[in-house]
């Protein structure tokens, strides 16, 4: 059989855990092209080849069903899908209609554990400049 | 011989191919080489980075695999794979091992019994470890010292399934473990005894002793020395080896005329 006709495929990712701060070594399962299931880092100078029960099935939403993958607005109690850009704005103008009857304290912002610091840092800038309030936690409180 | 060359040969002898490791960023990552990779394969096994191979070999047969490969493995995989082979979980005859013999430091750290393949195609053989120190000091303690040992150790589990999902042998579709029935869901540390003597029944028949499930748990309970005094129970009552060889039948898979509990339990 050669290669063209090799029809499975098996590798493994090294990547980190994306669900709380600590930043768990794990390695991805692939199989056939398809993220399938997850094995611990050995050696991992953080986590030394163990995972908790959220990092061992950290696999299970990449390609869930329940994910949302678009932005849905609720009208007349259903969910219709909507372009970013009209999901953006309706926020914003939610935000800042609750901000000028309500003040800045009013807002609470949740980042996450799963973006980059540089995304956790804009969201704090939002936060505390554009809306100024420190209203602001993450998901990951550990 | 290196991991390659024999992965090279086995690639002329018609495998459509090999299990074995990558060295990337770092890290030795388990992966299945195609004939054109070859190159990249990790001359030898990295010595503390250990994988459940035998369990990744299960799970590519279970996603449809249509052609022989090679595997590399060590003692405890070799036995892990032909323990899968006798369950049916896949066919033994599909795989060609390369076999990897276990380091002498490797061996007393596993206190491994037997820390090499049946063929050793690279390292050389170190005999073994006959007696576990870890199971005599647990065996030292008296009753009550004994019993508050384990039960201190098993007030650290944090549930994560981390020794069930990482073993190599585990491959139930309904896991009793996760059973509503036997263990409460919700509650950490999961119920004593049922959680933790469940999985200690379960390995009883079947741990090949790898002891990976130890080394993946994050409390560090010394899962490892429970499993070799529940394999060697069942050495002393059914002369049964997990992962031995082909031909010994499980002793789960044979209550009848083979088996008999002693006091008579069971007749024929």
């Excluded at chain 1, 299970?60 to 994910?67: A, G, H, I, K, L």
């Excluded at chain 2, 190159?39 to 052609?67: M, T």
């Excluded at chain 2, 042998?169 to 059973?179: G, N």
Aim: aromatic share 8%; net charge negative.
């Amino acid at each position: 059989m050669s290669d063209k006709n090799l029809d499975f495929s098996y590798t493994t990712v090294p990547t980190i855990c994306p669900y709380c701060g600590t930043g768990c070594g794990m390695l991805l399962e692939v199989i056939g092209g398809k993220i399938s299931g997850v094995l611990p880092m050995k050696g991992h100078p953080v986590s030394d080849g163990c995972l908790c029960l959220k990092g061992w099935t950290a696999h299970e939403f990449v390609s869930s069903p329940d994910r949302l993958a678009r932005a849905l607005v609720g009208k007349d109690g259903d969910f219709k899908e909507v372009g970013y850009t009209e999901a953006v704005a309706l926020v914003a103008d939610a935000m800042r209609e609750t901000v000028e009857n309500h003040g800045p304290d009013s807002c609470a912002f949740v980042a996450s554990a799963r973006c980059t610091n540089e995304e956790n840092y804009l969201m704090s800038k939002l936060a505390r400049f554009a809306v100024g309030t420190n209203n602001i936690d993450h998901c990951a409180r550990l | 011989m290196s991991i390659r060359e024999k992965a090279r040969q086995l690639f002329a002898e018609g495998v459509d191919g090999v299990l074995a490791f990558k060295r990337t960023d770092g890290v030795c990552i388990p992966h299945l080489f195609t004939k054109t990779e070859v190159e990249e394969i990790c001359k030898d096994v990295p010595a503390d980075q250990r994988y459940p191979v035998a369990g990744i070999v299960r799970r590519i047969f279970l996603s449809g695999l249509a052609g022989k490969i090679g595997v590399v493995a060590r003692g405890c995989d070799e036995r892990a794979l032909i323990e899968l082979g006798k369950q049916g979980q896949i066919d033994f005859d599909l795989l060609s091992i390369i076999g990897v013999a276990c380091s002498e430091e490797q061996a007393r750290y596993c206190e491994c019994s037997k820390p090499y393949p049946s063929r050793i195609d690279v390292g050389s053989r170190f005999e073994g470890i006959s007696v576990s120190e870890k199971v005599r000091a647990v065996e030292s303690m008296e009753g009550d010292e004994r019993l508050a040992y384990w039960l201190a150790q098993f007030a650290s589990c944090l549930k994560c399934m981390g020794c069930r999902n990482i073993c190599p042998v585990c491959y139930c579709v309904e896991c009793s473990l996760e059973d509503e029935n036997l263990v409460r869901r919700g509650s950490v540390p999961p119920d004593w005894p049922v959680f933790h003597l469940l999985r200690a029944v379960d390995m009883a028949s079947r741990c090949i002793d790898c002891g990976l499930c130890e080394e993946s748990c994050p409390s560090g309970i010394p899962l490892r020395t429970l499993y070799k005094k529940a394999t060697e129970i069942v050495k002393e009552l059914f002369d049964y080896e997990p992962g031995a060889d082909m031909t010994q039948r499980s002793p789960l898979g044979t209550i009848g005329d083979q088996s008999e509990l002693p006091g008579g339990a069971f007749e024929a």
